[in-house]
């Protein structure tokens, strides 16, 4: 189930990158529609049920007062209504009543070993190549640094089709990283790393957000994350020589120069 999920890029013309089928966009989408799917059926099943007994069970024989006589109606022969604080028999040794919790629990051990394999494969996506990025939170913004050394500071640059996966910590307070329009999110603590990662399938302008109450200037911590077609994204191992294509491509995505590459901006 997972470990399926690795496809080489070199079919795409670069050997040296490589691809997951599923990014956790794919995942989460995925999550929240089996859950409103079931639900949905659960919630139907359930209130349809319910108005068919109070109907079928419904009092029919109001007296001259128009008030009705629970005791007769319990003697009417036609039908046998369950009495107030009685257990239901079932009628069929139990049938009904082993049916649905028997359904209930393959329903719900189902779900928890279908989202749990999700789950670990959230947590080991294991990528043949990724791009690593360190993250740090600081009051009040985010620093980047890359595997090559170069360090930056408030936005970050990427490519799309990669994996790139983040080692978040930070500099003095909590925080807590987060980039919603690619379901990556993870604690920022002072002294300690956490790491979540991502795989932009659009280009585009995405924002990193600070999710955790940090001091006066917590709602500025909401910064932009460029996502680059990969033939755009010029690698270096030299720091400097980074540095001046990042330098570049910062001042004409600022100038507006980049817009035709702009699939989503959000
Ligand atoms: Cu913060």
Not at 14 to 37: H, P
Not at 68 to 74: K, L
Not at 139 to 163: C, H, K, M, R
Not at 176 to 192: C, E, F, H, S, T
Request: hydrophobic share 35%; aromatic share 12%.
């Amino acid at each position: 189930m997972t470990g399926s999920g690795v496809t080489p890029i070199s079919l795409l013309g670069d050997a040296t990158i490589s691809q997951l089928s599923r990014t956790q966009v794919d995942v989460f989408s995925e999550l929240y529609l089996v859950y409103l799917v079931l639900g949905t059926i659960v919630g139907v099943v359930v209130i349809a049920y319910m108005l068919h007994s109070a109907y079928k069970y419904r009092s029919t024989a109001p007296d001259a007062e128009g008030r009705y006589d629970i005791e007769e109606e319990y003697d009417d022969d036609d039908v046998v209504r369950p009495r107030l604080g009685e257990l239901p028999t079932g009628g069929k040794g139990g049938k009904k009543l082993f049916l649905s919790f028997g359904i209930s629990a393959v329903l719900v051990l189902g779900l928890i070993i279908y989202a749990y394999s999700l789950l670990l494969y959230i947590e080991n996506p294991d990528p043949e190549e990724e791009m690593e990025i360190e993250v740090e939170g600081f009051q009040f913004g985010w620093a980047y640094e890359y595997e090559n050394g170069y360090s930056t500071s408030n936005e970050l640059i990427v490519p799309a089709d990669e994996v790139v996966s983040l080692e978040i910590t930070s500099r003095d307070v909590m925080h807590n990283y987060g980039i919603p329009g690619l379901r990556a999110k993870a604690d920022a603590m002072p002294g300690q790393t956490t790491d979540t990662w991502f795989q932009a399938e659009e280009t585009g302008e995405y924002k990193a957000i600070c999710y955790e109450l940090c001091g006066n200037g917590h709602s500025n911590m909401r910064e932009d994350v460029l996502v680059l077609p990969p033939e755009e994204f010029e690698w270096s191992d030299d720091p400097d020589e980074f540095e001046e294509w990042y330098d570049d491509t910062r001042d004409a995505w600022q100038s507006g120069e980049l817009d035709h590459l702009m699939e989503v901006t959000n």
